[in-house]
């Protein structure tokens, strides 16, 4: 019986390789994320600068990526979880993290007009308290976040990013406990 179903199976191996069958195609773990964490009205710009961010294991976690195009202005929004990195980090390498982010996006949608990072931390909530719909109670709240132009220069970035200055936000108490000491 087991030289039976081996035969079977270099005959079948034999026939796919002799008729160009392609085998089947699995997806990468940024092929699966990109699709699963892309939103808004244009989710093929937002896969598509997944596919360039999920391609690296960032400390900070990109939960989404949003894409959305009103007339010629494109606006893309990336969110980041403020707890459980995937390793310690310091503030600037967070900041490191957020202006490739910012670079890795312009370089995956040129279109980009602005593009919009915050990182939010969880908010913990009482059992049965209504956490969607109009009524909705927040569950997370925005602990950092920033706005990039395109054209702005990268240092500029880095350094808009890391003194909080020009419409950054970084909340001081989870700025304070959120990173290991530089």
């Known amino acids: 019986m087991r030289n039976r179903i081996s035969t079977i199976a270099a005959l079948a191996l ?13 997806p990468s773990v940024a092929d699966l994320d990109a699709a699963a964490r892309a939103v808004g009205n244009r989710r093929d710009v937002a896969q598509r600068i997944g596919l360039a961010v999920f391609s690296t294991r960032w400390s900070a ?4 990526i949003s894409a959305n195009q009103l007339g010629s202005h494109l606006i893309v929004g990336i969110r980041l979880w403020g707890v459980k990195f995937h390793r310690p980090i310091t503030r600037d390498e967070f900041v490191g993290e957020v202006v490739t982010l910012v670079e890795r996006t312009f370089a995956a949608a040129p279109a980009t007009e602005e593009i919009d990072v915050w990182a939010s ?25 920033l706005t ?6 990268v240092g500029q970035v ?3 990013a890391s003194a909080a200055s020009d419409g950054v936000f970084w909340d001081r108490q989870w700025s304070r406990t959120a990173f290991k000491p530089s």
């Not at 976690?61 to 989404?64: A, I, K, L, P």
């Not at 909530?125 to 909705?136: H, I, P, Q, R, T």
């Not at 990039?148 to 220069?153: I, L």
């Open 158 to 160: 880095r350094a808009r």
């Open 148 to 153: 990039v132009r395109r054209g702005e220069a």
């Open 14 to 26: 034999s026939l796919a390789v002799a008729t160009g069958a392609a085998p089947a195609y699995a």
């Open 121 to 145: 931390v969880p908010i913990a909530v009482a059992k049965g308290v209504v956490v969607s719909g109009d009524l909705a109670k927040p569950t997370s709240r925005t602990v950092f976040s």
């Open 61 to 64: 976690q990109v939960t989404q």
